[in-house]
T-cell receptor, first 115, second 111 residues
Framework: DSGVTQTPKHLITATGQRVTLRCSPR?????VYWYQQSLDQGLQFLIQ???????AKGNILERFSAQQFPDLHSELNLSSLELGDSALYFC??????????????FGQGTRLTVV | GQQLNQSPQSMFIQEGEDVSMNCTSS?????WLWYKQDPGEGPVLLIA?????ELTSNGRLTAQFGITRKDSFLNISASIPSDVGIYFC???????????FGPGTRLSVLP
């Protein structure tokens, strides 16, 4: 158990809908990262938050947004969903936000299926 | 942007054999991480490397931080069936705020 908790584990929704994925980082970790993994693909970095503020942005669509709350949990919002958004969405957390050698620990992921 | 390449893309080995895989980058990294992912699960951190030339072991796994700081290697000795999975490398430089992941090496172990 990495200590990173993601909910829900599975989500099935229709095209055009909006969903929210939730992540609770490990205790003491200030940084949260979101990744998308499509079938048999690598991990695509979406966005990073550090202590409540956006720190880095990757290949995140405009239909997607995220935030990190004062208690450090994070939510990834996906709207106007398309079939191609079906993927595993992973959250990872680390102690620092960058510039310091550290490790990132992953949650179990949320499997999103858009039908 | 930064990109990592991993080789081989996939490999089939016999149980008991040793495995070697590597990860290369076009830019210098100051941190290298190796992860293993089982189907439908999140990546699990195997080994973290922080200094050029560093050699670190975790059981049957050994990883090295390349001297040029542009590559890293992972070796698995005496493979067993539960070693099956996808192995990802990830790196971060002094300026990057996030971890860049390689495309993965898919390992299959034949009994």
């Amino acid at each position: 158990d990495s200590g990173v908790t993601q909910t829900p584990k599975h989500l099935i929704t229709a095209t055009g809908q909006r969903v929210t994925l939730r992540c609770s980082p490990r205790s003491g970790d200030l940084s949260v990262y979101w990744y998308q993994q499509s079938l048999d693909q690598g991990l695509q970095f979406l966005i990073q938050y550090y202590n409540g503020e956006e720190r880095a942005k990757g290949n995140i669509l405009e239909r997607f947004s995220a935030q990190q709350f004062p208690d450090l949990h994070s939510e990834l919002n996906l709207s106007s969903l398309e079939l191609g958004d079906s993927a595993l969405y992973f959250c990872a957390s680390s102690v620092s936000g960058g510039g310091i050698d550290t490790e990132a620990f992953f949650g179990q992921g949320t499997r999103l299926t858009v039908v | 942007g930064q990109q990592l390449n991993q080789s081989p893309q996939s490999m089939f080995i016999q149980e008991g054999e040793d495995v070697s895989m590597n990860c290369t980058s076009s830019s210098i990294f100051n941190t290298w991480l190796w992860y293993k992912q089982d189907p439908g699960e999140g990546p699990v951190l195997l080994i973290a490397l922080y200094k050029a030339g560093e050699l670190t072991s975790n059981g049957r796994l050994t990883a090295q931080f390349g001297i040029t700081r542009k590559d890293s290697f992972l070796n698995i000795s005496a493979s067993i069936p539960s070693d099956v999975g996808i192995y990802f490398c990830a790196g971060r430089d002094n300026y990057g705020q996030n971890f860049v992941f390689g495309p993965g090496t898919r390992l299959s172990v034949l009994p």
